[in-house]
């Protein structure tokens, strides 16, 4: 679950405010009860198995063949929740350029994803793309209004920042490790456009439906992802109840309810609460990838890892908001979004 909830102000403005008031909490978001924590640390467990799904799958296609076998996956899960939900498909005016432009993001994030976790183990994956949280916390300093960089935020950033550089060095203590090097940078570079991607979509696209949204980034990524599975993908690929629980984990479980399970959490609980139980992703990934993969973690990786959830969990702490902060521009929310 990227893995990684957006980091966003814990209050929003009063509807209705005017002149110099200072806004209100916004009494449709609460802070997690017992129950609603349970279930954000249970789907952000399932978001952790998300790259020792791609990982597993890999044994029997290539990665950009999983990709597009992945969109049709989840566009089947999202089309079913459009369907219900009586969603507005239509594409007006003025939503083509954002949908194409977030789509192309998707598209490329989703390659160096798949490719990361081609050369490198789940784990290290795992772990790298929660850094997408530390890139939201750094990035909305300056294309965000009123989503300043403190003190506390920086120094989460130069925590996770040092996780990394442990990751790569564990990386290079390996027998492959030239290509578990290369494959955590490809891992890294996926967790900074995951970030960049759910800053863009804040400014973007925030009033587009999240049904319409997904369903083109789907059919987007399958058209580029067959095209270029095509050209630089000859090798043959073998089906079997391995590739299709994989695909179907990635597709169903994943891009379908894991998503649409934090987006309508994100309705009525707090995000940053949301992504504080989030941060638990780099553990439980180190974890799941042991238990069902045999990638016995090593000292590092836990070293690493802890540094990059700690970091990443500090990067999302804010101080209480002034009345400067709390003008009717600076409460911009990101919203809620995971890597699908």
């Known amino acids: 679950m990227s893995s ?8 929003t403005a009063a509807q209705g405010q005017t002149g110099s008031s200072l806004p209100t909490t916004d009494l449709r978001r609460r802070p997690l ?6 279930f954000v640390f249970f789907v952000s467990t399932l978001w952790s198995g998300n ?12 990665a950009l063949r999983i990709g597009w076998m992945r969109f049709v996956a989840g566009s089947i899960f999202i089309l079913g929740w459009a369907f219900y939900t009586k969603a507005d498909l239509r594409i007006h005016r003025g939503e083509w350029w954002p949908l194409i432009s977030l789509a192309l993001f998707f598209a490329v994030q989703i390659v160096f994803m798949n490719l990361g976790i081609k050369n490198t183990s789940a784990g290290h994956a795992t772990v790298l793309i929660v ?11 300056f294309f ?15 925590i996770a920042y040092l996780g990394i550089i ?10 492959n490790g030239k290509d578990q090097f290369f494959g955590d940078i490809l891992s890294a570079i996926s967790g900074f456009l995951l970030g960049a991607r759910i800053v863009y979509n804040a400014r973007l696209v925030s009033r587009i439906d999240p049904a319409k949204m997904l369903l083109f980034q789907a059919a987007f990524g399958t058209v580029v992802f067959v095209i270029i599975s095509a050209i630089f993908e000859p090798e043959p690929w073998l089906w079997t109840w391995e590739l299709a629980v994989s695909l179907a984990y990635q597709g169903f479980v994943i891009a379908g309810f894991g998503f649409l399970s934090m987006l309508l959490l994100s309705k009525h609980f707090f995000p940053s609460r949301i992504g504080a139980v989030s941060m638990t992703q780099p553990v439980t990934g180190i974890l799941l990838a042991w238990l069902i993969l045999g990638e016995e973690p090593t000292q590092l990786l836990w070293v690493g890892g802890l540094l ?7 990067a999302q702490k804010r101080s209480k908001p002034t009345a400067t902060d709390q003008s009717p521009t600076a409460g911009n929310e990101l919203p809620a979004e995971k890597t699908t």
């Open 4 to 11: 990684n909830v957006a980091d966003q102000r814990d209050s």
């Open 131 to 141: 850094t997408s949280s530390i890139w939201v916390a750094l990035l909305s300093h």
């Open 166 to 175: 442990v990751l790569t060095a564990d990386s290079l203590t390996e027998s």
């Open 144 to 158: 965000i209004p009123g989503d300043r960089l403190e003190p506390i935020r920086l120094g989460g950033i130069m």
């Open 33 to 38: 009860d017992l129950k609603a924590g349970l």
């Open 51 to 62: 790259s020792i799904a791609i990982k597993s799958g890999l044994e029997y296609a290539p």
């Open 308 to 314: 990059v959830m700690g970091g990443a969990l500090l």
